[in-house]
Structure formats: structure tokens, C-alpha cells
């Protein structure tokens, strides 16, 4: 015997039987137990009457099973209706530390008031408003694995919950830059990142004598050549690798491309497309020529020229 009592707060169950000797109580929900354990003792004749009470949050059908050494007896069952599940529910990452969660509110709403999300580390968050659908975990963790629960809530129950795990991916990890090849207009380069995912990457270069930028866009492969440089000028150079976590660049590679002549004294002129990395990551010792005596043929006899624009 016994009832559904309810105040402001909360939703009980109450559960009264008579026996002796004591007996135990056991509680289940949609035939899975949610709880075991003594009885108090109302008065203590030799047949006793024990009460238990069970505070219910969540809907389903609650049955109370007492037991001593005798039979067991188990009580009529009763049915509480909570709230519809919300469906379609996702998260995503979007921030460093942040994970959005979103979801369908039941149609029609009936008595639900609002949502309760769970994770991991974290206390529960209410949201008011049955229509409300989604909502923004903040101040998390990269590269944690958060169990993230999403239930219903009406004036005193929840709805069955959803679960799922979503684990927060870093920024990228260091970006490493090669170079294949410059010419006196373009430059040819590879690059790789030590560790995570990318979802994009872009390559942002300048004359370093202005400061008027130029930017690939985003890219999905993992190389790229630049045209239509300048001859004979320096570069600033660096590559982006971006995800929802954020941006990572390569250290700035500074390059000279090549003179597009070799100019002799005469009125000669011989072609020499060889260009200069002169900092950052890759170290190559190598420039373009010009002559330094009268000969006209510069460009094939390098010994007889000097180094041009070269720096290690």
C-alpha cells in the first residue's frame, strides 16, 4: 500500500507492508532495480509494518517487492508519465575548449519545462524552456573524453536520458615547411605537422620591403606553389594549419627568388633560375649570379661570377 506524495521539490514513491520477520525492500523501474535496502519500522507487534520511500526523478512504470523468509509480495505497479525524450540530439566542438550541444524538443512539448545536461567533471546545468534547443558547454579540456547526458525535465520528472562521448581534439601541433624549388616568379613547397588533425591550411607570403600580403585560401592537400613572384626580390613566407581548436604557423621562412638575367657587361645575357632560402626552417646556401668581369657568357661559367642576393 502506500502512494504518491509530492511537494515543491520532489516525487516520492511510499511502499507499507505488514510481516514478520523484517523484510527487505526492492524497487524497480520498467523491471530494472534502482534500489534495495531495510525497511523503518512503524511499530513493532509480531507481525511489524515497515514503510520505505523512494524519491523518483526519472518516468517509467515503479514496482515495490518486499521479502523475509517467507514468499516475497510484490505491490501493484504504478506508472509515472514524464516528458518525451528530445531527439536528433548532436555535439560538435566548436572552440578550443567548448562543445555545443544540440537537439529537437518533443512535439508537441506536453508538460516539458526544460533540459538537464550532464558530463563528465562537471555539475549538471538546467535550462529553462521546453522550445530551448541547444546549448554550449564551456571551459573544458583538450584532448579529454567527455560522457555527455541529455534529458527532458517536467515539473518533477526527466525524461529517459541521451548519451554519448565526444573528446575535445587540440590545435594542430607544430608545422613543418619544405622547399622543392624557387625560380625567379615562383616557389614550390611541402609541408606536415607534428601532431593532430587539420582541417585546412593556407599559405600567407609578402615582399618583406612592403607589407602587401598575398594568401593561398584554404587548402586541403599538403602542398603548393606559388606564382607570378617577383624576381630578384625577398619574401616573407608561412604556412597555416587550422582546426576548430584553433591555428598553428609554421616558423616564417624568408626566400629570395631568382634574378630572371644574369647580366654580363657586354650585351649579352644568360639565364639562371636559381633562388635562395635565407631563414627559417630549410637551410640552403645557393643565389642567383651576375658577372663580375667583361664575359658574356656569366650564366654557364659561374666561376667567373659572384653570388647575388645569397645568404645563408
Known amino acids: 500500500s502506500g502512494g504518491v506524495t509530492f511537494d515543491p521539490s520532489q516525487l516520492t514513491l ?35 509494518q515497515y514503510i520505505h ?26 506508472t509515472l508519465q514524464g516528458p518525451p525524450s528530445p531527439t536528433d540530439v548532436t555535439a560538435v566542438q566548436d572552440g578550443p575548449t ?48 567527455y560522457t555527455i547526458s541529455i534529458v527532458a525535465t517536467s515539473e518533477h520528472l526527466f525524461s529517459d536520458a541521451t548519451t554519448f562521448e565526444i573528446t575535445l581534439i587540440p590545435a594542430p601541433g607544430q608545422v613543418f615547411v619544405s622547399v622543392s624549388s624557387i625560380t625567379a616568379t615562383s616557389i614550390s613547397l611541402s ?41 630578384s626580390t625577398i619574401y616573407t613566407l608561412t604556412v597555416s594549419a587550422t582546426n ?7 616558423t616564417p621562412i624568408l626566400f629570395s627568388t631568382a634574378s630572371d638575367v644574369c647580366q654580363a657587361e657586354s650585351t649579352e645575357t644568360k639565364t639562371d633560375n636559381t633562388g635562395a632560402i635565407i631563414g627559417g626552417v630549410v637551410a640552403v646556401a645557393v643565389g642567383t649570379y651576375s658577372c663580375s668581369d667583361g664575359h658574356s657568357h656569366c650564366g654557364s661559367e659561374k666561376s667567373k661570377c659572384k653570388l647575388f642576393n645569397a645568404k645563408d
Open 14 to 48: 511510499t511502499c507499507i507492508s505488514t510481516g514478520g520477520p523484517a523484510t527487505t525492500v526492492t524497487w524497480t523501474r520498467d523491471s530494472t532495480t534502482v534500489t534495495q535496502g531495510t525497511q523503518t519500522v512503524l511499530n513493532d507487534p509480531v507481525t511489524a
Open 53 to 78: 520511500t523512494l524519491t523518483v526523478t526519472t518516468a517509467g512504470q515503479y514496482t515495490c517487492t518486499v521479502a523475509n523468509n517467507k514468499p516475497s509480495t510484490a505491490s501493484a505497479s504504478i
Open 98 to 145: 567548448s562543445i555545443t550541444v544540440t537537439w529537437t524538443p518533443p512535439s508537441p512539448l506536453g508538460d516539458t519545462t526544460g533540459y538537464r545536461i550532464s558530463f563528465t567533471g562537471g555539475s549538471d546545468v538546467d535550462i529553462d524552456g521546453g522550445s530551448t534547443n541547444s546549448y554550449t558547454l564551456t571551459g573544458l579540456t583538450n584532448g579529454q573524453t
Open 191 to 231: 609541408w606536415s605537422v607534428s601532431s593532430g588533425r587539420v582541417a585546412s591550411w593556407e599559405v600567407v607570403w609578402r615582399p618583406t620591403d612592403r607589407g602587401t600580403e598575398s594568401t593561398s585560401g584554404p587548402l586541403s592537400g599538403t602542398t603548393y606553389t606559388i606564382h607570378q613572384l617577383d624576381p
Open 244 to 250: 576548430v581548436a584553433g591555428t598553428t604557423d609554421s
